[in-house]
């Protein structure tokens, strides 16, 4: 299907992943999307113009674009008259609001932020129908244009907690995602009574409503086409006595999505007690810190995701008369429920049994003294009974101390579970989990439970080899069986070690080299490791991370210090160990074999060489052709970069933090586009401030560089205060005209 719409599509449509692609695409071409943008070169992003009737330009892009790219495709945006949707998902997209004001045709804009000064433009495109962006501090007067554009049908402005402009005249709008109730006329409650087709509705501020009369002036219940609904208070810890402005927020009966936040009310609302938005499939209820009990949520017939957070005064699900009643299931939680997610609940201590339908389960900072176990529903036929569980998580509950007895023995419900996290319970002890049974178990974390004792016939259950994902590390007796496993998963493809005090080394050769999947992994914290063992071995390993285990570092450093030629030999290309990201405590465990030997490495990330004086320049010099990224943090006894930072012909970003004894620099790069030291000696300061000086002309060729409470943009210098006040749009306009002088 994909290649028929392709086929038909072909002259209209494109969607661009490489330059070279737009040398083969005819100039009839109306809907354009781009990917990897930020790979492409600012001519080749020219080469755009040739589509003379665009009406779309999608831009899908995460990394930052270099300023010449980002400004030829400006004037790509800006010479499409004819554009009806604009969507870049771009770091700094502010400076394409320049030219909207000028783009009439305009139906559609998505982008991270619109500076203040040209709101007004936007507000003069009278076609336009969706309006999405996340700029904050916009002001008020600025912002007001806005209620002019009476075709809005879709309109997110602002981070959370903003959108104030008024919208009774926006009739149109069927989607209003951030709306802030103010006291003041135009942006009272009451402002959205006349919006009767709206979809989906954000409402912030909710405090500002006075009494229940105001509450219903907002005619919610009327709004028959409003599928997802979310309320939020801004002041929780006050404690509302009038319950009837909740009631009198009741939604149409239709409504889907319900989110209510930051309620500082003492009752759950009547609606929600009685199930009269018994159309419900979602339902979140966050922060409302008063309350006490949630009611029996079983005739929500509907309800597929549940969430609870930050309740601490919760302590019961459905009232006890309600169990009394029957002993079904159906009562407390809905048949249909698929995703239970309780958080920061630290009053409850049981939880109802369970749906079978149950697919996700998460409890964070729950005080239970009980795990659950999943339910039989009275009504339940033989086709009911497969299971649908693929994710348990539980994390950080104190009190909890057993497994046993809880849903991970029903081994009914363990043969489709993927995900299975136990991590920070420091009180756990016994927990039989039946690994047998998990034959589709993909991730598994066990962390930070010190008491946990070795399962029954720990040596019969064995990690199944399906999965791609292990983190162990602080947890008891489990920690060896586990870490013993390791050569039967070949699919492995992340590896995290955390506190592994039974660790003396890293596993050996013949492990290894059966994990022909592993590409990542972390070390941390393992405080008696020595030795990286046959890590050598692992011919698909892309990033490894080692922070906080003092004996490698220990032996690392002896390397450095009692060797005067540790450095001497050059390796040259050939190695087979090729890892692309390395991130460290300190920089001699470059000294350690096999990473000694690398020569592929394109990021390197230091944090914490607070004793390093120096860097391993043979071991930069090895890598000369292919390091992009060098960051280094907590230098302070780092006194000098070494001179060969010259020949590193791919390095694109360097990054100093804390380089106080720094008082000069190397000749750096002609590949360098952005330098960033943001502490130094303050004669590096004051000789880079100097014009003239041989320390400007070694940073002079670079783009983007701060050094102390000094930036300069194209060589062009600005304090620290004046650069703030820059906006990004006029920082990639001045780099623009830069770089054409």
Known sequence: MHELASNVSTGECARIVDPVQLQDEKYTVRHLCIVNIHSFSADEVKKISHFKNLRTIIIDCMPPLENDTLCALQMIVETSKSLRLFHAQLWSASCFAVNFGNLKHLRYICVSSIPQDKICGVARLYHLMVLHHGSSGTKIDEARYLGNLEGLRYVSYGVPGFGNFPISRLTSLQELRNYR???????????????????????????????????????????????????????????????????????????????????PGLKIPSWIENCSVRNLISLKLISCINWDYIPSLGQLVLLKLLMLDNLPKLRQIGRSSDMSKSSSMELLLPQSLNTLEVSKCQELRELPLLPPSLISLKIQDVWLTKFPIIGKVSSESIESKSSKLIDVTVTSCAHLTSLEGSLLEQKLYMGTLRVLTIVDCKHLESASIPFEEMKQLKELAVMQCPKLRTMRDAKDKLVPSSLRELAIGGCGDLEIPLLGSLQLLTNLSRLELQNCSSLLSLPSADVFKS?????????????????LGGLGSLSSLQHLAISNCNKLTEAGSSLLSGSGDAEEHLVEPGNSLRISSLSF???????????????????????????????????????????????????????????????????????????????????????????????????????????GSP????????????????????????????????????RNRFMSESSLH
């Open 181 to 263: 109730v103010e006291e003041r006329t135009c942006n009272q409650i009451s402002a959205i009574g006349s919006l009767r087709d709206l979809r989906r509705l954000g409402l912030q501020g909710l405090e500002n409503v006075k009494n229940w009369e105001e509450a219903k002036n907002a005619k919610l219940k009327e709004k028959q086409y409003l599928n997802s609904l979310f309320m939020e208070w801004s002041t929780p810890d006050q404690i509302m006595t009038d319950n009837l402005v909740l009631d009198h927020l009741e939604p149409h009966v239709n409504i889907r999505e319900l989110q209510i936040v930051g309620y």
């Open 515 to 531: 994990l022909r999947s592993l590409q990542n992994i972390y070390v941390m914290r393992c405080e008696n490791i020595s030795s």
């Open 585 to 691: 405590d300190l920089p001699s465990l470059l000294l350690h074999e096999p990473l000694k030997s690398l020569c592929h490495t394109e990021y390197l990330f230091i944090n914490g060489c607070s004793e390093t004086k120096s860097l391993p320049e043979r071991w930069l010099l090895q890598n000369r052709s292919s390091l992009r990224h060098l960051s280094i943090l907590k230098a302070e006894s780092l006194e000098s970069l070494p001179p060969s930072m010259q020949d590193l012909c791919s390095l694109k970003s360097l990054d100093l933090d804390g380089a106080l004894l720094l008082r000069s620099l190397p000749y750096l790069p002609s590949s360098l586009k952005n330098l960033s030291i943001r502490e130094c000696h303050p004669d590096l300061e004051k000789k880079i401030t100097k014009h």
């Open 695 to 730: 320390e400007l002309n070694k940073i002079a060729h670079i783009p983007d560089v701060t050094i102390g409470g000094w930036h300069f943009l194209m060589g062009k210098k600005f304090s620290r205060e004046a650069y703030h006040k820059l906006s990004d749009s006029d």
